[in-house]
């Protein structure tokens, strides 16, 4: 248990359909991101919120709408996505965007399959 | 663009064996994160180094970020099935961000 959950924890989905990735931290920490790890490739950041801002979008095709309504909380809206879309959708949080080692403690992950 | 190459990809050993994972780049970052990710999870932080040339022992995990701190070594001494994962290095640079290698994944068998 890391302190960061998420939900659903397996997501089955059409291209046409919109549904959300929900995450939520527990540890008082003020940077949430975001993350999609497919196979045979690393990790990639997606998105980066500190203090509920938005910090990074690391050229994220606009189908993925991330939301941080507060430090403890994160969506990720997803719409009209492509079957290359399916990976695991991990969420992170760390105590503080700007330290210098910014280590992050992850959600167990959703895992995507766009059909 | 800063790029994390890791050595080896897939592994393979018997339990009580010896290994040693690699990463390696050309960038040099502010501190380099190891982390293990087990089937069905998200990675789990297991050491940060800062210093070149540091070295970090956690039981039978021995880290070390090189002197110019472009690179890192994971030596694992008398592996165990629960040592089974997928071994992620991610180095911190500018800006505090991280980039991710490109994973080892160890299986150990008994």
């Known amino acids: 248990e890391t302190g960061v959950t998420q939900t659903p924890r397996h997501l089955v989905m059409g291209m046409t359909n919109k549904k959300s990735l929900k995450c939520e931290q527990h540890?008082?920490?003020?940077?949430m991101y975001w993350y999609k790890q497919s196979a045979k490739k690393p990790l990639e950041l997606m998105f980066v919120?500190?203090?509920?801002?938005?910090?990074e979008n690391n050229s994220v095709p606009s189908r993925f709408s991330p939301e941080c309504p507060n430090s403890s909380h994160l969506f990720l809206h997803l719409h009209t996505l492509q079957p290359e879309d399916s990976a695991l959708y991990l969420c992170?949080?760390?105590?503080?965007?700007?330290?210098?080692?910014?280590?992050?403690?992850f959600g167990p992950g959703t895992r995507l399959t766009v059909l | 663009t800063q790029l994390l190459e890791q050595s080896p990809q897939f592994l393979s050993i018997q339990e009580g064996e010896n290994l040693t994972v690699y990463c390696n780049s050309s960038?040099?970052?502010?501190?380099l994160q190891w982390y293990r990710q087990e089937p069905g999870e998200g990675p789990v932080l297991l050491v940060t180094?800062?210093?070149?040339?540091e070295v970090k022992k956690l039981k039978r995990l021995t880290f070390q970020f090189g002197d110019a701190r472009k690179d890192s070594s994971l030596h694992i001494t008398a592996a165990q099935p629960g040592d089974t994962g997928l071994y992620l290095c991610?180095?911190?640079?500018?800006?505090?961000?991280?980039?991710f290698g490109t994973g080892t994944r160890l299986q150990v068998t008994l």
């Open positions: 991610a180095g911190a640079g500018t800006a505090s961000k991280l980039t």
């Open positions: 180094v800062v210093t070149g040339g």
């Open positions: 992170a949080s760390s105590p503080n965007g700007v330290s210098s080692y910014n280590e992050q403690f």
């Open positions: 960038s040099v970052f502010s501190s």
């Open positions: 540890l008082g920490h003020n940077a």
């Open positions: 919120y500190n203090f509920k801002e938005q910090t």
